[in-house]
């Protein structure tokens, strides 16, 4: 949370004098109450959807301002309180696993523990930085930027998390290839954090060698599989890493990411999902679903690996 504390103390100094912000929109002082914006009369760095035409906040200059919109009904609220309680929801569900699941077996350790909390806490600080970027995003476009680069990190810790205990179930037999693989996830999801927060690869011209690192650490996945699937085969990769639900989850990723990139069905119906039902609360939606299948998958490859006692005499 210390990226964060900066990140407010900084963005207060600048603009804590100011009342003709950099949105377009004068926010009256003392007055915390706002009439929505149309599209036309807000900043560039807010239209990311040129589909959603009206709803919009006014920048607000201050975050208790912007905090406040929680209550109020506009083009972020859905965006907002989808991660706000997908966010809760997994940090809530890693205590009633351990309480129903982590007993059953003797077999079960720490590392277990560790790598699976590695996941439920991943995908919570996600959807906490995605939540926290949509309720301050109408602060100014300082904010708003950075906030962004805050979510995107977000979605590193996702992956990373995810990837740790599905290798751990994958290689539970093979050590060596465990903590390599690790390793390789690491640096990779440790360069997109530089590339994601470094001020100089913010830079319009290196957008493509920030895609092609997310897709290194998306694409180190389906290697890991892969591999995992040429030592062993289907029938122990199955059930060791609950491919099924992967799949499951790489379903709903996708289906999220298409409906956001082709907005859909805002460009179909103009006006009638600019607060409810816009491609980006698909996208919101869909990963949670995802985490929550991967979560699923976690659960039954454990159960396949200790309800077994002998799981690596089975090759």
Known sequence: MSSVSILISEAELLLSNTTLTDFGA??????????????????????????????????????????????????????????LLGSLLFLTLPFVVYKNIYPRYESATTGDVFVYSLFFFGVAICFF??????????????????????EYLGIVILMW????????NGFYCDPGLQKLYWLVVTIIASECVYATLHPKFRHPDLRPWRAAMYAGLGLSAIIFIIHGLTIHGWNIQNHRMSLKWMALMGFLNITGAVAYASRVPESWYLSRHDIYGSSHQTLHFMVIFAGLAHMVGLLKAFDHLHANKSPCGSM
Do not use: M, W
């Open 26 to 83: 004068v926010q009256t002082p003392g007055n915390s109450q706002y009439c929505l914006l149309p599209i036309a009369d807000t900043s560039d760095i807010c239209r990311d959807n040129e589909f959603i035409l009206s709803g919009y906040r006014p920048a607000t200059g201050s975050f208790q301002k912007s905090f406040a919109s929680l209550i109020g009904i506009h083009n972020e609220t859905v965006n907002i309180y989808s991660h």
């Open 161 to 168: 998390g995810s990837t740790i205990p599905s290798v751990y």
């Open 129 to 150: 930085l995605s939540a926290t970027f949509h309720i301050f995003g109408n602060h100014s476009a300082h904010v708003h930027q950075q906030g962004n680069q805050l």
